[in-house]
């Protein structure tokens, strides 16, 4: 890399509080203690490297999943400092790692922009963590120290000369205070992958030593990106059906704030904006997409009216409307930004907003001016999605004229509970009739509903707004489960504070078929009650898919391993009963494997990574055969899909 642009030594790290508290209250500082704080642990160590490629020292990073599930993150910058620190009477090195709220990000000098700014990471990651070795590449040496749980475990050694420069961390987060401890390679892929489109010419590798092949190679991946967010939008929206076949890139620096933005549209009728300040993926967006949504709209507006396609319109166009079936990415570097707590969820640096603003004004007016053919375009899906909004508003007004709250207002299918607290109550989507039958005699009527559904539901993928709320069974799901759907911002807004139940249980059958409708419910709450996803109130039930028998002795099975253990214990004359649905199983067979709370494995829904999965939604559901065909052969091993 190039050589040191200005001194980075002990004197840049500086000292703020110390390191008592994480072990004690780790969620605090990493979200929580289940497998999305397990991971955060990683990104803290990777975001330490990432500042340094930021700050144009580094080009190079590593991630390595060991054998034993503990990580090794390798990055070829400056190398942390190792010089005696002043105030602290030890190396820089041991502060960084030892102290909270210590580092280079709180010295203006060192970095100009960086994620991990609140300076908790790597210290917390040792905090957390019960082995931790640092190796340090500078000065011509290799130095190397070690720690348990926060604390060294040996001095700063030199452990030879070394002619390369960079840091080296490996870690074993605490299994005594990780409730998961086992990574998942696809979580740390997606990350990587979007620091990579996040960080264009930066090479991130992950190697996942618990996969090696037969000739002894791991599973490994390299994300690079030469084009940065323009690759970025074309990925997620690599299974939609382009408008306008084309991004629409910008990378500049207005008000001394670097912008760049990708945005494209697609023929779908939901809108994907994806927000980032140094790296940080900002879910609850902030200034910065305030100031992008401002001058997309504003552009888009004028461009519209001076060229007259308005004048027949006879409704009127919302903001939202120009939206509609959008794709983008905005990204800002911000020296010292502003974030809603320790999560970095919300920029507050209100400076951005004008930044962003004028950017996307600048780059997308002279776009349509370029691009006169793909500018109509873009206004002639606009005016769409301003006539079907009248409808579906016309349409959500028809299923909400009677209170969703008065019994009048249930759906006639639902078989609802008795308690009335919502954190106690449990509404099980439940495929047919019979199924729903069943469910309904296997309940605990206190805090269980069963609400049955006919058939497969309408794909929203590929529905506009105004179907969607013509839909039954679809106005069934909002109305049983007390939601509001629009408000006169934001017709799309919804409103789960009257939400009735805390858990929202699809149970199908374990075959192609319930498969099917599993992702069809998963693709509707994703598409239109994100919100119930973000506030995990989504489970999949997951129903056995044998029952055992020799003798008097029964053991229900979820897998074939499962099945094979038990014949082996039992012998061959075991006795084995395949379900193919949840109609073939008795009442009290469903409640005791499926819906009694302490004996049935729920699984939870979540969204690790939003951009992601709504390129995976889009595979599924969308018209392309053949990216959902490679998809379900790539992970066949891992789903119950009959032959």
Same mark, same amino acid.
């Given at each position: 890399m190039s050589e040191e642009k200005e001194e980075y030594s002990a004197s840049n790290i500086q000292v703020l509080e110390g390191l008592e508290a994480v072990r004690k209250r780790p969620a605090m500082y990493i979200?929580?203690?289940?497998?999305?704080?397990?991971?955060?642990?990683?990104?803290?160590?990777?975001?330490?490297?990432?500042?340094?490629?930021?700050?144009?020292?580094?080009?190079? /990073?590593?991630?390595?999943?060991?054998?034993?599930?503990?990580?090794?993150?390798?990055?070829? +910058?400056?190398?942390?400092?190792?010089?005696?620190?002043?105030?602290?009477?030890k190396s820089a090195l041991e502060v960084v790692l030892t102290v909270l709220h210590a580092g280079g990000k709180f010295d203006k000098g060192s970095y100009k922009v960086s994620g991990g700014l609140h300076g908790v990471g790597v210290s917390c990651v040792n905090a957390l963590s019960t082995y931790l070795r640092a190796e340090v590449h500078r000065n011509g040496k290799a130095y190397v120290q070690e720690y348990s749980c926060g604390k060294?475990?040996?001095?700063?050694?030199?452990?030879?000369?070394?002619?390369?420069?960079?840091? /080296?961390?490996?870690?074993?987060?605490?299994?005594?205070?990780?409730?998961?401890t086992v990574y998942d390679y696809a979580t740390l892929a997606n990350r990587l992958r979007d620091l990579a489109f996040l960080n264009a010419g930066i090479t991130l590798t992950l190697t996942d030593m618990r996969e090696v092949d037969e000739s002894g190679e791991a599973k490994k991946e390299v994300f690079y990106s030469k084009d940065g967010l323009r690759e970025f939008v074309e990925y997620i929206d690599s299974n939609k059906e382009s408008l306008i076949n084309d991004v629409i890139h910008l990378n500049t620096e207005k008000q001394g704030i670097p912008v760049e933005v990708a945005l494209t549209y697609n023929n779908t009728y939901n809108e994907n904006v994806y927000s980032f300040v140094n790296n940080i993926n900002t879910i609850e967006g902030g200034t910065h997409l305030t100031g992008f949504r401002r001058g997309l709209t504003a552009t888009l507006k004028k461009y519209a009216e001076d060229s007259k396609m308005l004048e027949k319109v006879k409704i009127d166009i919302?903001?939202?409307?120009?939206?509609?079936?959008?794709?983008?990415?905005?990204?800002?570097?911000? !020296?010292e930004p502003q974030f809603e707590g320790q999560t970095k969820t919300k920029l507050g640096?209100?400076?951005?907003?004008?930044?962003?603003?004028?950017?996307?004004?600048?780059?997308?007016?002279?776009?349509?001016?370029?691009?006169?053919?793909?500018?109509?375009?873009?206004?002639?899906?606009?005016?769409?999605?301003?006539?079907?909004?009248?409808?579906?508003?016309?349409?959500?007004? %028809?299923?909400?004229?009677?209170?969703?709250?008065s019994g009048g207002g249930l759906p006639g299918k639902l078989a609802d509970c008795s308690s009335r607290t919502a954190e106690d109550? &449990?509404?099980?989507?439940? &495929?047919?009739?019979?199924?729903? +039958?069943?469910? %309904?005699?296997?309940?605990?009527?206190?805090?269980?509903?069963?609400?049955?559904?006919?058939?497969?539901?309408?794909?929203? &993928?590929?529905?506009?707004?105004?179907?969607?709320?013509?839909?039954?069974?679809?106005?069934?799901?909002?109305?049983?489960m007390r939601v509001t759907i629009g408000t006169e911002d934001d017709p799309k807004e919804v409103n789960i504070s009257k939400l009735a139940y805390h858990k929202i249980i699809? !149970?199908?059958?374990?075959?192609?078929?319930?498969?099917?409708?599993?992702?069809?419910? !998963?693709?509707?709450?994703? *598409? *239109? !009650? *994100?919100?119930?996803?973000?506030? +995990?109130?989504?489970?999949?039930?997951?129903?056995?898919?044998?029952?055992?028998? *020799?003798?008097?002795?029964? &053991?229900?099975?979820?897998?074939?391993a499962q099945v094979q253990q038990f014949i082996a214990k039992y012998g061959d004359k075991t006795k084995v009963q395949r379900y193919k649905g949840l109609g073939e199983m008795s009442a009290e067979e469903l409640?005791?494997?499926?819906?009694?709370?302490?004996?049935?494995?729920?699984k939870q829904v979540n969204i690790s990574d939003a951009a992601e999965a709504d390129r995976i939604f889009s595979m599924l559901m969308g018209e392309d055969v053949a990216p959902r065909r490679d998809f379900i052969e790539a992970n066949a091993n891992y789903a119950n899909i009959d032959a």
């Open positions: 979200g929580d203690i289940s497998a999305k704080g397990l991971h955060h642990l990683v990104y803290e160590v990777v975001d330490n490297s990432i500042d340094e490629a930021l700050a144009g020292y580094a080009n190079h /990073i590593d991630v390595t999943i060991n054998a034993d599930n503990s990580i090794t993150v390798a990055d070829n +910058g400056r190398g942390i400092p190792v010089d005696m620190h002043e105030k602290e009477h060294p475990t040996t001095e700063l050694l030199v452990a030879g000369d070394s002619s390369n420069t960079g840091t /080296i961390i490996s870690f074993k987060p605490d299994d005594s205070i990780f409730t998961v919302a903001s939202d409307d120009f939206r509609e079936g959008l794709t983008a990415v905005v990204s800002v570097k911000v !020296m640096n209100n400076e951005v907003i004008g930044a962003v603003q004028t950017a996307v004004n600048e780059a997308l007016r002279y776009y349509l001016e370029e691009h006169p053919k793909q500018a109509r375009t873009i206004v002639e899906k606009v005016i769409v999605a301003a006539q079907a909004r009248h409808a579906a508003y016309n349409a959500r007004v %028809k299923i909400q004229r009677k209170s969703p709250l109550c &449990e509404l099980f989507l439940v &495929e047919g009739d019979s199924a729903g +039958g069943t469910a %309904k005699q296997g309940r605990d009527r206190t805090f269980q509903a069963i609400l049955p559904l006919r058939g497969k539901i309408l794909n929203v &993928e590929k529905a506009m707004d105004h179907k969607i709320f013509d839909n039954q069974e679809i106005t069934s799901l909002f109305r049983a699809i !149970m199908t059958d374990a075959d192609v078929d319930g498969s099917h409708i599993a992702t069809l419910l !998963m693709t509707f709450f994703f *598409r *239109r !009650m *994100r919100p119930v996803i973000e506030n +995990g109130y989504l489970y999949l039930a997951t129903p056995p898919l044998y029952k055992c028998t *020799r003798g008097k002795t029964e &053991e229900y099975c979820w897998t074939d409640r005791d494997t499926t819906m009694d709370p302490n004996q049935r494995l729920l």
